[in-house]
């Protein structure tokens, strides 16, 4: 088989790797891929962008590939997956119907309401001074959200109705994130711990991987701006066998089925950042999409054939598939560009990451690198994600800091407290 796989950073970094360790696999194409996807074995890197809909698919044609795996979620929310099919290729993600779920907040949140799957409270306005009025009017903390896609930037979780009214001018005034801004959601502010729950589906059966939990603010204790994630962990011991099991039955297969009454069936990885509290899981948000870096933990551990997985979520028979998990905690760590996620300088040598990469159970995966003078520079924001693997969560973070330490670069940048929420449970 030749599998093509759209992105190009650390999620389809270990979403190649993953998919090149398949029997069944012959090459692994990457488009556009990044230099450490380049060199690995059986993968190659093709130079065409994730949003060039026209070029994937003539590219998918002429290299003949079997199967078409999309990573990110703006090709797919541009109906990457349904130009691909209907080219007749095999296309692992959702429709751009189906994606709608991570493009429109409008359309999750009414989703969720419409078929009664557990999330906050939430009004919609497509005009400032409607959705300032409504702030005007309450107290405490709330959300204030662009509809659109925004790269991650496009939620404001603001404590008192002033940060919101500076969210939304950011929004529906300064046009932060143009037409993604020009419906706003205002939602309940949920408290709890957060986790991502990410599964496969085929539209009508929910198979679901292992719990993860990501880390979005860019400083320890969970402080400053968000980020698109900076180090990630499974399992995830805040998802107990109890609380998975409410998260299938209230919110993974209702919200499966919901798009097939909707008739939108959905087939790829469908991911839920959720909220949990005493027991109970809300949605945050959707995602269309594999998380990263919550990929590389999750696929660093699992033993199943990825590429089985997805062929059967293709041809609807998921219900007969399980996956195995090594019995192994993985946790991931980003090294990011000084300033990220603000601006941030590129071009900086990094050392030290054969090194790292040497060391037994751990995976070095790269996102923003490039290759200099036949040396590996900074090329983007989060740089590396160095995953580990280990029997319990604490040698795990410790390995992953063992091999994080062999790395550096002017300016580099990463949390030291990720997988501690994992490690100082009551
Ligand atoms: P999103 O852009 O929807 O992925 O949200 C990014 C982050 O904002 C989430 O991971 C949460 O940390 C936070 N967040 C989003 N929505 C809410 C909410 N309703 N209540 C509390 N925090 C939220
Ligand atoms: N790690 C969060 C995301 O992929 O959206």
Redesign the pocket.
């Known amino acids: 088989m030749r599998v093509l796989v759209v992105g190009s950073g650390g999620r389809e970094h270990a979403l190649a790797w993953k998919i090149a360790q398949s029997d069944e696999v012959k090459e692994v194409l990457v488009a556009p891929g990044n230099v450490g996807i380049g060199s690995e074995p059986k993968c190659r890197v093709a130079a065409v962008s994730s949003d060039d809909i026209g070029g994937l698919t003539a590219l998918a044609r002429s290299e003949k590939v079997d199967l078409v795996v999309v990573g990110p979620e703006a090709p797919l929310v541009a109906g990457l997956a349904d130009a691909l099919r209907g080219a007749g290729l095999q296309v692992f993600g959702p429709s751009a119907d189906a994606a709608m779920l991570e493009g429109s ?1 409008v359309f999750a949140k009414r989703l969720m309401d419409k078929y009664e799957i557990p999330s ?1 409270y939430f009004e919609v306005f497509d005009e400032y001074g409607a959705a300032a009025a409504y702030l005007e009017r309450i107290s405490g903390p709330i ?1 204030v ?1 662009a509809d659109g896609l ?1 790269a ?1 930037k ?2 404001f ?1 603001c404590s008192d109705k002033n940060e919101a009214l500076a969210a939304l001018n950011t929004i529906m005034k300064d046009r932060a994130f143009g037409d993604a801004g020009n419906l706003v959601v205002i ?5 709890g711990e ?1 986790a991502s729950f990410i599964a496969f589906t085929d539209g009508k059966d929910v198979l679901p991987l292992a719990s993860s939990q ?1 880390h ?1 603010p860019v400083f320890d204790g969970d402080k400053g701006p ?1 980020t698109g994630g900076m180090g990630a962990y499974s399992p995830a011991p805040v998802v107990t066998p109890e609380v998975d099991d409410r998260i299938m039955r209230e919110i993974m297969i209702p919200t499966v089925r919901a798009l097939e009454a909707e008739g939108k069936p959905y087939v790829g990885f469908l991911y839920a ?1 959720l ?1 949990i509290k005493d027991g109970k899981a809300r949605v ?2 959707f ?1 269309a999409r594999m998380g990263d870096p919550e990929a590389q933990p999750l696929l660093f551990r699992m033993e199943t054939d990825l590429v089985e997985l997805m062929v059967a979520a293709i041809e609807g028979r998921l219900g007969r598939m399980s996956i195995r998990w090594e019995p192994l905690d993985a946790v991931c760590v980003v090294m990011a560009s000084g300033g990220y996620p603000g601006s941030y300088q590129k071009g900086k040598p990094i050392q030290g990451i054969e090194k790292a990469g040497a060391i037994d159970r751990v995976k070095v995966f790269h996102a923003g690198t490039g290759l200099e003078d036949g040396r590996f520079v900074t090329k983007g924001g989060r740089v590396l994600g160095v995953t580990a693997k280990a029997a319990g969560i604490a040698d795990a973070v410790e390995l992953a800091y063992r091999a994080v330490d062999e790395i550096s670069w002017e300016g580099v940048h990463f949390r030291r407290d990720i997988g501690r929420k994992a490690l100082h449970r009551d």
């Open positions: 907040k906050g959300v959200k925004a991650g496009g939620a979780v939602e309940e502010c949920l408290i957060e990501d979005k968000n950042g909220m945050l948000e995602n």
